[in-house]
Protein backbone atom coordinates (compact mmCIF):
# COMPACT_ATOMS: atom_id res chain seq x y z
CA UNK A 1 0.00 0.00 0.00
CA UNK A 2 1.42 3.37 -0.96
CA UNK A 3 0.27 6.32 1.09
CA UNK A 4 1.63 8.49 4.27
CA UNK A 5 1.61 7.37 7.56
CA UNK A 6 1.81 9.38 10.53
CA UNK A 7 2.46 7.78 14.58
CA UNK A 8 0.52 8.10 16.77
CA UNK A 9 -2.61 8.72 16.11
CA UNK A 10 -3.03 10.67 19.69
CA UNK A 11 -0.05 12.15 21.75
CA UNK A 12 -0.38 13.72 25.05
CA UNK A 13 2.43 15.63 26.38
CA UNK A 14 3.19 17.56 29.57
CA UNK A 15 3.70 21.24 29.14
CA UNK A 16 7.73 21.78 28.95
CA UNK A 17 8.28 18.59 27.23
CA UNK A 18 9.77 18.48 23.35
CA UNK A 19 7.48 15.67 21.56
CA UNK A 20 8.60 14.41 18.18
CA UNK A 21 5.57 13.51 15.56
CA UNK A 22 6.61 10.91 12.69
CA UNK A 23 5.88 11.33 9.17
CA UNK A 24 6.67 8.49 6.43
CA UNK A 25 5.43 8.07 2.76
CA UNK A 26 6.45 5.34 0.30
CA UNK A 27 5.09 7.24 -2.70
CA UNK A 28 8.92 8.36 -3.93
CA UNK A 29 7.48 11.58 -3.40
CA UNK A 30 10.18 14.68 -3.02
CA UNK A 31 8.66 17.22 -1.08
CA UNK A 32 7.22 16.86 2.17
CA UNK A 33 5.10 19.33 4.19
CA UNK A 34 3.99 19.89 8.10
CA UNK A 35 0.54 21.59 8.89
CA UNK A 36 -0.95 22.36 11.79
CA UNK A 37 -5.04 22.56 11.64
CA UNK A 38 -7.06 24.50 14.29
CA UNK A 39 -10.73 25.14 14.64
CA UNK A 40 -11.89 27.74 12.29
CA UNK A 41 -7.89 28.78 11.28
CA UNK A 42 -7.22 26.59 8.18
CA UNK A 43 -4.43 24.52 7.59
CA UNK A 44 -1.30 26.85 8.68
CA UNK A 45 2.18 25.71 7.11
CA UNK A 46 4.72 24.79 9.83
CA UNK A 47 7.47 23.67 7.74
CA UNK A 48 8.21 22.10 4.35
CA UNK A 49 11.46 20.68 2.55
CA UNK A 50 11.45 20.01 -1.56
CA UNK A 51 14.62 17.81 -1.52
CA UNK A 52 16.58 16.04 1.46
CA UNK A 53 18.66 17.81 3.57
CA UNK A 54 16.90 20.94 2.82
CA UNK A 55 14.16 22.55 4.37
CA UNK A 56 12.33 25.92 4.71
CA UNK A 57 10.23 27.92 7.71
CA UNK A 58 6.62 28.49 6.95
CA UNK A 59 4.15 31.06 8.67
CA UNK A 60 3.97 29.43 12.08
CA UNK A 61 7.73 28.37 12.49
CA UNK A 62 8.39 29.10 16.17
CA UNK A 63 8.19 26.53 18.65
CA UNK A 64 9.16 23.83 16.01
CA UNK A 65 12.54 22.14 14.04
CA UNK A 66 12.24 19.22 11.51
CA UNK A 67 14.95 17.34 10.02
CA UNK A 68 15.14 15.55 6.46
CA UNK A 69 17.65 12.68 6.22
CA UNK A 70 16.05 10.31 4.31
CA UNK A 71 13.63 11.18 1.71
CA UNK A 72 10.86 9.25 2.67
CA UNK A 73 10.82 10.53 6.60
CA UNK A 74 9.78 13.79 7.96
CA UNK A 75 9.85 14.15 11.65
CA UNK A 76 8.63 17.37 13.30
CA UNK A 77 9.74 18.24 16.91
CA UNK A 78 7.37 20.57 19.05
CA UNK A 79 9.41 21.98 21.69
CA UNK A 80 8.52 23.63 24.61
CA UNK A 81 9.06 27.10 23.18
CA UNK A 82 5.68 26.65 21.61
CA UNK A 83 3.08 28.23 23.43
CA UNK A 84 0.58 26.75 22.62
CA UNK A 85 0.62 23.05 20.79
CA UNK A 86 -2.01 21.60 21.30
CA UNK A 87 -3.81 20.51 17.91
CA UNK A 88 -4.14 18.66 15.08
CA UNK A 89 -1.18 18.00 12.95
CA UNK A 90 -1.48 17.16 9.55
CA UNK A 91 1.67 15.68 7.07
CA UNK A 92 1.64 16.06 3.45
CA UNK A 93 3.86 15.16 0.71
CA UNK A 94 3.86 16.13 -3.48
CA UNK A 95 6.37 14.82 -6.27
CA UNK A 96 7.70 18.01 -5.84
CA UNK A 97 10.97 18.38 -7.42
CA UNK A 98 11.09 22.31 -7.57
CA UNK A 99 9.66 23.02 -10.80
CA UNK A 100 5.80 22.91 -10.07
CA UNK A 101 3.02 22.69 -7.40
CA UNK A 102 1.76 19.06 -7.14
CA UNK A 103 -0.90 17.63 -5.65
CA UNK A 104 -0.56 17.42 -1.85
CA UNK A 105 -1.58 13.88 -0.19
CA UNK A 106 -2.11 14.18 3.24
CA UNK A 107 -1.67 11.25 6.13
CA UNK A 108 -4.61 10.59 8.73
CA UNK A 109 -2.98 13.40 11.49
CA UNK A 110 -1.64 13.14 14.95
CA UNK A 111 -4.13 15.22 17.40
CA UNK A 112 -1.48 16.46 20.11
CA UNK A 113 -2.63 17.42 23.91
CA UNK A 114 -0.48 19.09 26.00
CA UNK A 115 -1.74 18.29 29.77
CA UNK B 1 -1.25 39.26 -0.18
CA UNK B 2 -0.28 35.85 0.47
CA UNK B 3 -3.94 35.22 2.01
CA UNK B 4 -6.88 33.22 0.49
CA UNK B 5 -10.25 34.48 2.22
CA UNK B 6 -13.11 31.66 2.13
CA UNK B 7 -16.86 32.19 2.53
CA UNK B 8 -19.01 31.19 4.57
CA UNK B 9 -17.44 29.43 7.65
CA UNK B 10 -20.61 26.86 7.75
CA UNK B 11 -22.90 26.10 5.64
CA UNK B 12 -26.26 24.02 5.38
CA UNK B 13 -27.64 23.08 2.69
CA UNK B 14 -30.96 20.51 1.80
CA UNK B 15 -30.62 16.85 0.25
CA UNK B 16 -30.82 17.33 -3.42
CA UNK B 17 -29.66 21.32 -2.87
CA UNK B 18 -26.67 23.41 -4.41
CA UNK B 19 -23.46 24.12 -1.91
CA UNK B 20 -21.70 27.05 -2.89
CA UNK B 21 -18.50 27.99 -1.36
CA UNK B 22 -16.45 30.76 -2.77
CA UNK B 23 -12.84 32.02 -2.09
CA UNK B 24 -10.73 34.86 -3.04
CA UNK B 25 -7.12 36.22 -3.53
CA UNK B 26 -5.20 39.10 -3.89
CA UNK B 27 -1.92 37.60 -5.30
CA UNK B 28 -1.86 37.69 -8.91
CA UNK B 29 0.45 35.40 -9.19
CA UNK B 30 -1.22 32.71 -7.97
CA UNK B 31 -2.16 30.22 -10.95
CA UNK B 32 -3.09 27.16 -9.68
CA UNK B 33 -6.31 26.53 -6.98
CA UNK B 34 -7.38 23.09 -6.35
CA UNK B 35 -9.98 22.45 -3.65
CA UNK B 36 -9.34 20.01 -0.71
CA UNK B 37 -12.16 17.97 1.17
CA UNK B 38 -11.79 16.40 4.73
CA UNK B 39 -13.95 14.44 6.95
CA UNK B 40 -13.73 14.73 10.35
CA UNK B 41 -10.34 12.94 12.10
CA UNK B 42 -8.79 12.62 8.76
CA UNK B 43 -6.25 14.21 6.43
CA UNK B 44 -7.70 16.17 3.46
CA UNK B 45 -7.95 14.60 0.03
CA UNK B 46 -7.90 16.51 -3.67
CA UNK B 47 -11.28 17.40 -4.46
CA UNK B 48 -10.66 19.60 -7.66
CA UNK B 49 -8.16 21.99 -9.33
CA UNK B 50 -8.07 24.54 -11.49
CA UNK B 51 -5.34 26.66 -13.85
CA UNK B 52 -6.30 29.97 -15.06
CA UNK B 53 -6.64 29.11 -18.30
CA UNK B 54 -9.98 27.79 -18.12
CA UNK B 55 -13.05 29.09 -16.24
CA UNK B 56 -14.97 26.53 -15.16
CA UNK B 57 -13.86 22.68 -14.61
CA UNK B 58 -16.45 20.00 -13.80
CA UNK B 59 -15.54 16.51 -12.47
CA UNK B 60 -19.34 14.83 -12.10
CA UNK B 61 -21.34 16.81 -9.39
CA UNK B 62 -18.39 18.87 -8.36
CA UNK B 63 -17.52 22.06 -10.72
CA UNK B 64 -14.73 25.19 -9.80
CA UNK B 65 -15.43 28.48 -11.48
CA UNK B 66 -12.81 30.45 -11.79
CA UNK B 67 -12.98 34.49 -12.36
CA UNK B 68 -9.40 36.00 -13.16
CA UNK B 69 -10.38 39.86 -13.04
CA UNK B 70 -12.32 39.37 -9.89
CA UNK B 71 -9.90 37.25 -8.40
CA UNK B 72 -12.39 34.63 -7.09
CA UNK B 73 -13.25 31.37 -7.75
CA UNK B 74 -15.69 29.51 -5.82
CA UNK B 75 -16.75 25.39 -5.60
CA UNK B 76 -20.53 24.11 -6.86
CA UNK B 77 -21.52 20.85 -5.37
CA UNK B 78 -24.79 19.60 -7.34
CA UNK B 79 -27.01 17.28 -6.07
CA UNK B 80 -25.75 17.83 -2.37
CA UNK B 81 -25.85 14.17 -0.60
CA UNK B 82 -25.68 13.94 3.07
CA UNK B 83 -21.88 11.94 2.37
CA UNK B 84 -20.59 15.13 0.90
CA UNK B 85 -21.08 16.54 4.52
CA UNK B 86 -17.34 17.68 5.38
CA UNK B 87 -15.34 20.52 5.95
CA UNK B 88 -13.71 21.78 2.54
CA UNK B 89 -10.59 24.37 1.75
CA UNK B 90 -9.69 26.32 -1.14
CA UNK B 91 -6.32 26.68 -1.53
CA UNK B 92 -3.51 28.63 -4.27
CA UNK B 93 -0.32 28.67 -5.03
CA UNK B 94 2.05 29.98 -7.93
CA UNK B 95 2.24 26.65 -10.05
CA UNK B 96 5.67 26.56 -11.61
CA UNK B 97 7.63 28.40 -8.61
CA UNK B 98 7.17 25.05 -6.31
CA UNK B 99 5.82 26.54 -3.74
CA UNK B 100 3.87 25.39 -0.94
CA UNK B 101 0.23 25.77 -0.60
CA UNK B 102 -2.04 28.68 0.59
CA UNK B 103 -5.21 27.56 2.12
CA UNK B 104 -8.30 28.92 3.27
CA UNK B 105 -10.03 28.77 6.48
CA UNK B 106 -12.68 26.42 5.63
CA UNK B 107 -16.28 25.83 5.29
CA UNK B 108 -17.98 23.22 6.96
CA UNK B 109 -20.76 21.45 4.90
CA UNK B 110 -23.86 19.50 6.56
CA UNK B 111 -26.09 18.46 3.97
CA UNK B 112 -29.44 17.18 5.90
CA UNK B 113 -31.67 14.10 4.36
Known amino acids: DGGITQSPKYLFRKEGQNVTLSCEQN?????MYWYRQDPGQGLRLIYY???????QKGDIAEGYSVSREKKESFPLTVTSAQKNPTAFYLC??????????????FGPGTRLTVL | QQQVKQSPQSLIVQKGGISIINCAYE??????FPWYQQFPGKGPALLIA?????SEKKEGRFTISFNKSAKQFSLHIMDSQPGDSATYFC????????????FGKGTTLSVSS
Open chain 1, 27 to 31: LNHDA
Open chain 2, 27 to 32: NTAFDY
Open chain 1, 49 to 55: SQIVNDF
Open chain 2, 91 to 102: AASVYQAGTALI
Open chain 1, 92 to 105: ASSIGGGLRTDTQY
Open chain 2, 50 to 54: IRPDV
